[in-house]
């Protein structure tokens, strides 16, 4: 199994960017796809999760109103746009597959790729 995220880089605060995560060696309409990110020094966080339709999705409060989760189960390939940037958004990005529906805890996926990086200039 292989999740390839892209589309990371440097933004100024205030900006947008789309996220991609290329998923290969799975079912990819049967899991849920979650997006998590992590800071420097800090733990792992959950951001947001789509299910397996992309008919429903979670998201972290800190991003409720900016971020939207997409996906194309045709092209086996989740999205994250994120709208509104801000320094705090700073982190590595990860998406990641689970077989358990809409789940916030990182222990419930499966397979995670190797992470994009994010950073927001103030």
């Known amino acids: 199994v292989q999740l390839q995220a892209s589309g990371g880089g440097l933004v100024q605060a205030g900006g947008s960017l789309r996220l991609s995560c290329a998923a290969s060696g799975l079912t990819f309409s049967r899991y849920a796809m979650g997006w998590f990110r992590q800071a420097p020094g800090k733990e792992r966080e959950f951001v947001t999760v789509i299910n397996s339709s992309g008919g429903s999705t979670r998201y972290a409060d800190s991003v409720k109103g900016r971020f939207t989760a997409s996906r194309d189960n045709a092209k086996n390939t989740v999205y994250l746009q994120m709208n509104s940037l801000k320094p705090e958004d700073t982190a590595v990005y990860y998406c990641?597959?689970?077989?358990?529906?809409?789940?916030?805890?990182?222990?419930?996926?499966?397979?995670w790729g190797q992470g994009t990086q994010v950073t927001v200039s103030s």
């Open positions: 990641a597959a689970s077989r358990a529906a809409l789940t916030t805890t990182l222990r419930d996926y499966d397979y």
